[in-house]
C-alpha cells in the first residue's frame, strides 16, 4: 500500500498543532482514508490528553523496543469509511529522555515508515524542531508544513523555516491557525469554535480543513455539501 507521510511541525508552542493534526486526520478517515497519527510532541503529551482509554504501548516505548507499531495505535471511535488511529506519547520523565536520543529517533523514523506500508496517511505531530524526535519526523516524511498562528508568524515561520533548511527540508507549506488572512502563507485557518473536533459538525471548518489538505498533501476529500451537489446533479 502506498502512503504519504506528512509532518505538521509547530513553530512555536500553543499554536494548536496537535488539533491541526487530528482535524486534518479525521477529514482524511470520513473521506474513507486509512490514517495513522504519530506524537513526536513528547514535551506536552497533548495527544495523549486527548485519547481515551490505556495508553500503552506510547510512542516513546515503541521507540525504545521492537514492538509492531500496530501494538500503540489506537483507534478513534469515528463514523468514518476510513480507519483513524492515533499512537500518543504518554511516559515518566525517565523514559522521555531516553526517547530523545539519536539512537530512539531512528527508531522514530523506521516506525513513520512502518506505519506507512499499513495505512494510507502518517501525520507526525511535531514540536518545534530542538529535540532529536522532531528532527527525526521532520527529516523522514514526504512532505513538511510549518504550523503557526497569525500572531507570531512574523518571526516564528522563518525561523523554523532556517531550521529545516539546516536539516535538509527545502520545501515546506505554511498553515496558519486562528485567523482567516492567509497573505502570508499557503493556507489559513480560522479560529475553531467548538471544543470538540470542529470537523465533525462545523461545514466551514470542513472547508478550511480540506484546504490544508489540498495545500499539504495534495489531497482532495469530497465534503458532506459536495457529495449532496453531485447527487443532485447526477440525479
Known sequence: ??????????????????????????????DGRDVAVLDAAYGTQGL????EGR??????????TDSPIEEGLID???????????????????RLARAKTPEAAEAFEDRIAEAARAVDFVIADTPPLAANQAVAAATATDRTAIVCDGVRAAGAIPRTEDRLAD???????????????SANADVAVPAFTTDGLAVET???????????LEATLDVT????DDAGLRSKLLG
Open 167 to 181: 536539516i535538509g527540508v527545502d520545501e515546506a507549506t505554511t498553515v496558519l491557525t486562528r485567523t482567516d488572512d
Open 76 to 94: 478513534r471511535d469515528l463514523e468514518a469509511a476510513g480507519r483513524l488511529a492515533v499512537c500518543p506519547a504518554h511516559a515518566p520523565f525517565e
Open 221 to 224: 476529500v469530497t465534503l458532506p
Open 202 to 212: 462545523d461545514s466551514d471548518a470542513r472547508r478550511a480543513i480540506a484546504d490544508v
Open 55 to 64: 495508553i500503552d504501548p506510547d510512542m516513546t516505548q515503541l521507540c525504545l
Open 1 to 30: 500500500m502506498t502512503s504519504d507521510t506528512l509532518a505538521l511541525v509547530g513553530a512555536a508552542g500553543g499554536v494548536g498543532t496537535t488539533r491541526l493534526t487530528l482535524e486534518c486526520a479525521t477529514l482524511l478517515a470520513r
Open 48 to 51: 495523549a490528553d486527548r485519547t
